[in-house]
């Protein structure tokens, strides 16, 4: 069965989005992925809260799916559902809230910094698995995270591909404030409220002015862009990329060919 997106109004002036797909420990699959681009097109909430469903927030991108979908030929650059619904969080005009009432690993981790904030259930773990899958990830998406919590946690997040607590999330800034697992739903309401009872002409044009000063910080040259696309392109040809994703399916450790 596909997820599904369950959308509702908690307060007024604030919009709930909850990942819904049980079976896959809230695996994002492109039902969705275009749920939460459709949604967030169609809605006026001044503050919307993303959380996940039981004890996942989000555990990253379909690996069924990534498998089935022709990932070898690269075709996710810029096109790929997971990359439209970072973009339109990041795009939606007032503040998106991340409230993490479980794992964040991966695309949902990226997910959830695309969110403006991010309130996390003491106790859960996030966790960033290319290196451990043989997946180059975009530089793009790298950029959000050296944006927040700078390149030395990056690269630790990254390069080792260990998953930290929300206690050590919290110290390095990857989450804004932390709240105890039974909390966790009315303090992210309650930081929603604050928020959407702001100036509204404030909420969209601040959030604008910090993302257009992020966005120029994290510019580059296009022919680098070029080449950091063309290494990730073939990482997603290589016979690694199916090694580790296989290895991931059956809990074994890959073999590495390094081609």
């Known amino acids: 069965m596909p997820g599904q997106l369950l959308v509702e109004e908690p307060l007024p002036r604030v919009a709930r989005l909850t990942i819904s797909n049980p079976d896959k420990r809230g695996a994002l699959d492109r039902p969705l992925l275009e749920g939460i681009v459709e949604t967030l097109a169609r809605i006026d909430a001044r503050c919307v809260v993303l959380t996940g469903e039981g004890r996942a927030f989000c555990a990253g991108y379909d690996l069924g799916a990534l498998m089935s979908e022709g990932y070898d ?4 650059l810029g096109g790929h559902p997971l990359q439209a619904a970072l973009d339109a969080v990041e795009a939606y005009p007032y503040p998106v809230l991340a409230a993490l009432n479980g794992y964040a690993i991966g695309g949902g981790l990226e997910l959830a910094i695309a969110c403006d904030l ?5 106790g859960i773990q996030l966790g960033m698995p290319p290196a451990k899958l043989g997946v ?3 530089h ?34 990857l989450v804004n404030e932390l709240a105890a697992p039974e909390q966790l739903e009315d ?39 070029a080449a950091l696309d063309a290494d990730r392109r073939a990482a997603f040809a ?20 390094g081609r």
């Open 73 to 76: 030929d690269g075709d996710d």
């Open 118 to 122: 991010r309130i996390a259930a003491d």
């Open 136 to 138: 180059v990830y975009n």
């Open 140 to 173: 793009g998406g790298i950029n959000r995270f050296v944006t927040a919590i700078g390149a030395a946690r990056t690269r630790e997040l990254f390069l080792t591909g260990r998953r930290v607590d929300a206690a050590t999330a919290e110290r390095w800034g």
């Open 187 to 225: 303090a992210a309401l309650a930081l929603a409220a604050e928020i959407a009872a702001n100036a509204p002409l404030s909420l969209r044009g601040n959030k604008a002015a910090i993302r257009a000063v992020v966005a120029a910080a994290g510019a580059l040259e296009p022919a680098i862009a």
């Open 238 to 257: 290589s016979e690694d990329l199916r090694e580790g994703l296989r290895a991931f399916g059956e809990k074994r450790p890959p073999q590495w060919r």
